[in-house]
């Protein structure tokens, strides 16, 4: 279903494409119900120059986000919606890369470079079979993965200026959703390398990314553990059709595998209330491990039991807010705060915004 959405085109055609488009069954690679992307990002997109002769108001309403909802700093969509505008920007502009590349990346660019590296023997293999594709299709980028010794980096070297953090963000942010997706795992970032100065938002970057995110750095790069270059892809054709479908949105969300020690986890936590959550030792007793076993794995995968706690009071903050049917007194209370200041001021960090941005409508709530 072609449709223009150029200034100079009718643009009433807001619900006419939400109703055409064939919206696909989500998967367990999905974001979960509680994954939330900026605003800040809708923005950042929408900066592009080539986004510059299209009307952004049109292609809002065409992923179901009511455009005067970016008047707000704080504000969030839902992973889906931001997914659903990344394949709607790139249905009208024939690029998957929001223009930040003078060449960009196709309509379908995603697709192939799945099929390209699905049948790798190691996620070495895979990483430079992407970063090759990379260098085919994009003219401003140089891309390499460099090891040395226990250390692995992936450097991004370019001709000119500085690129916009928004550019090197979507860049690592597919690049490392293919990777986490084919062997299963979320690889944490030791580092993260900016050549671009500290932007206005740049928490949301650290949200997107990782917390060890350095601006104004002489190159572009991202640092893991070499360990990771061995392991072997676990995917197939039907798995990969599965990705593709949940793509992009799933790539904005945090990765988390169904088979590791931390999903366990928070199926442990999501069944019950916060107050009656078990302390370490006995969710290690409950896992039939010990602590230390357990405490090892979970930063193995680049998390622990604090983290993932904090990770499902955010859910849980935000599935409500979404309701927008409890004060935020009442929502503190049911997930074990103290008072509302101490969840206003915990919310603020899982988030980079307040608990009311997340209400729909967007309205206080006190």
Same mark, same amino acid.
């Given at each position: 279903?072609?449709?223009?959405?150029?200034?100079?085109?009718?643009?009433?055609? /807001? !619900?006419?494409?939400? =109703?055409?488009m064939?919206?696909?069954?989500?998967?367990?690679?999905?974001?979960?119900?509680?994954?939330?992307?900026?605003?800040?990002?809708?923005?950042?997109?929408?900066?592009?120059p080539?986004?510059?002769?299209?009307?952004?108001?049109?292609?809002?309403?065409a992923? /179901?986000?009511?455009?005067?909802?970016?008047d707000?700093?704080?504000?969030?969509? =839902?992973?889906?919606?931001?997914?659903?505008?990344?394949?709607?920007?790139?249905?009208?502009t024939?690029?998957?890369?929001?223009?930040?590349?003078?060449?960009?990346?196709?309509?379908?660019s995603?697709?192939?470079?799945?099929?390209?590296v699905?049948?790798? !023997?190691?996620?070495?293999?895979?990483?430079?079979r992407?970063?090759?594709?990379y260098?085919?299709?994009?003219?401003?980028?140089?891309?390499?993965?460099?090891?040395? /010794?226990?250390?692995?980096?992936?450097?991004l070297?370019?001709?000119?200026?500085?690129?916009?953090a928004?550019?090197?963000?979507?860049?690592f942010?597919?690049?490392?959703?293919?990777s986490h997706?084919?062997?299963?795992?979320?690889?944490?970032?030791?580092s993260?390398?900016?050549?671009? =100065?500290?932007?206005a938002?740049?928490?949301?970057y650290?949200r997107?990314?990782?917390?060890?995110?350095?601006?104004?750095?002489?190159? =572009?790069?991202?640092?893991?553990?070499?360990?990771?270059?061995?392991?072997?892809?676990?995917?197939?054709?039907?798995?990969?059709?599965?990705?593709r479908?949940?793509?992009?949105?799933?790539?904005?969300?945090?990765y988390?595998?169904?088979?590791?020690?931390?999903?366990?986890?928070?199926?442990?936590?999501?069944?019950?209330?916060?107050e009656?959550?078990?302390?370490?030792?006995?969710?290690?007793?409950?896992?039939?491990?010990t602590?230390?076993?357990?405490?090892?794995?979970?930063?193995?995968e680049?998390?622990?039991?604090?983290?993932?706690k904090?990770?499902?009071?955010r859910?849980?903050?935000?599935?409500?807010l979404?309701r927008?049917?409890?004060?935020?007194?009442?929502?503190?209370e049911?997930?074990?705060?103290?008072?509302?200041?101490?969840?206003?001021?915990?919310?603020?960090?899982w988030?980079?915004?307040?608990?009311n941005?997340?209400?729909?409508?967007?309205?206080?709530?006190?």
């Open positions: 279903m072609a449709v223009s959405l150029r200034a100079d085109s009718d643009h009433r055609l /807001g !619900p006419q494409l939400r =109703t055409g064939r919206q696909e069954p989500r998967s367990e690679l999905a974001g979960e119900s509680g994954d939330s992307v900026p605003a800040f990002f809708l923005r950042e997109a929408m900066a592009s080539w986004a510059a002769g299209f009307d952004h108001d049109a292609l809002l309403q992923a /179901g986000i009511e455009p005067s909802l970016l707000s700093e704080d504000a969030e969509v =839902t992973a889906d919606q931001f997914g659903q505008f990344w394949r709607t920007y790139a249905d009208a024939n690029d998957e890369f929001f223009g930040q590349d003078v060449r960009g990346l196709p309509r379908g995603f697709i192939l470079m799945c099929h390209t699905l049948t790798s !023997p190691t996620l070495e293999r895979a990483m430079m992407l970063l090759r594709f260098r085919v299709l994009l003219s401003d980028f140089d891309v390499e993965l460099v090891r040395d /010794g226990d250390i692995a980096e992936v450097v070297r370019e001709k000119g200026p500085a690129r916009s928004f550019a090197y963000s979507i860049f942010v597919v690049f490392l959703g293919v997706w084919l062997i299963d795992r979320r690889i944490p970032l030791l993260i390398d900016f050549r671009s =100065t500290r932007p938002g740049a928490h949301n650290q997107l990314l990782g917390e060890n995110l350095s601006f104004d750095r002489p190159e =572009t790069r991202i640092r893991f553990n070499a360990a990771f270059l061995a392991m072997r892809p676990m995917r197939n054709e039907a798995q990969m059709e599965t990705f479908r949940d793509s992009p949105q799933s790539l904005m969300a945090q988390r595998s169904r088979d590791s020690v931390s999903a366990r986890v928070w199926s442990e936590l999501r069944r019950t209330s916060p009656e959550w078990p302390g370490f030792e006995d969710l290690a007793s409950r896992l039939y491990t602590a230390s076993t357990l405490r090892r794995r979970l930063e193995a680049g998390t622990s039991y604090q983290r993932i904090d990770e499902v009071r859910e849980r903050a935000i599935q409500q979404r927008n049917e409890k004060s935020n007194a009442d929502i503190a049911e997930l074990g705060f103290g008072d509302p200041s101490t969840f206003y001021r915990a919310f603020r960090k988030t980079g915004a307040t608990p941005a997340f209400r729909r409508p967007v309205r206080a709530v006190t």
